[in-house]
């Protein structure tokens, strides 16, 4: 079992729908964060969260310390959107410096 | 300002050949990572660096991998001799250890092997 598991794998949505992709950890962390990768490009952090929500424009992220989840919310979605969204976590401990990848989940915003 | 630096952008060469990628990282930035990315395994980390001293270089595949930092601003990942198996895109990462745990990417090296 991996230690990030994310879903949906892949995610079909119309322009302008709210989206979430999930994220569960089974490890202690210390920070987690979301990453976006557009077809054939390269990797772009969206959030580093420890605790709380973080919102930048259309983003939204929140993590639950207790429940081990993270979710990444897309309001009013958008073709540019689409991309591979990453789900990433610095583990607690002398090892902090790594970061454990989920699988990713593939966003095809249609117009 | 910059970000991380990669080069090159892409790299086709055939197996049993020696292969060089390149990164320079933001500057002021202390630690460096490199990492793999294929279908079937995601993102790996290969490497990580600090304050240009290898520090964990457990995920290295196997000795026809090496990587070198020799100073603060410049990093390179070798392969040889190169093997299809090899074909993936490598990143380079670095970040201010101790201050932050943000990762910054480079845009990555498609490298295929034949």
């Known amino acids: 079992k991996n230690e990030v598991e994310q879903s949906p794998q892949n995610l079909t949505a119309q322009e302008g729908e709210f989206i979430t992709i999930n994220c569960s950890y089974s490890?202690?962390?210390?920070?987690l964060h979301w990453l976006q990768q557009h077809p054939g490009g390269g990797i772009v952090s969206l959030f580093m969260l420890s605790s709380g929500k973080k919102k930048h424009g259309r983003l939204i992220a929140t993590i639950n310390i207790q429940e081990k989840h993270s979710s990444l919310h897309i309001t009013a979605s958008h073709p540019r959107d689409s991309a591979v969204y990453i789900c990433a976590v610095n583990p607690s401990g002398g090892s902090n410096y790594k970061l454990t990848f989920g699988k990713g989940t593939l966003l095809t915003v249609n117009p | 300002d910059a970000g991380v630096i990669q080069s090159p952008r892409h790299e086709v060469t055939e197996m049993g050949q020696e292969v060089t990628l390149r990164c320079k990282p933001i500057?002021?930035?202390?630690?460096l990572f490199w990492y793999r990315q294929t279908m079937m395994r995601g993102l790996e980390l290969l490497i990580y660096f600090n304050n240009n001293v290898p520090i964990d270089d457990s995920g290295m595949p196997e000795d026809r991998f090496s990587a070198k930092m020799p100073n603060a601003s410049f990093s390179t990942l070798k392969i040889q001799p190169s093997e299809p198996r090899d074909s993936a895109v490598y990143f380079c990462?670095?970040?201010?250890?101790?201050?932050?745990?943000?990762?910054?990417f480079g845009p990555g090296t498609r490298l295929t092997v034949t």
């Open positions: 490890v202690g962390i210390s920070a």
């Open positions: 500057s002021g930035h202390n630690s």
């Open positions: 990462a670095s970040r201010v250890a101790g201050k932050s745990y943000e990762q910054y």
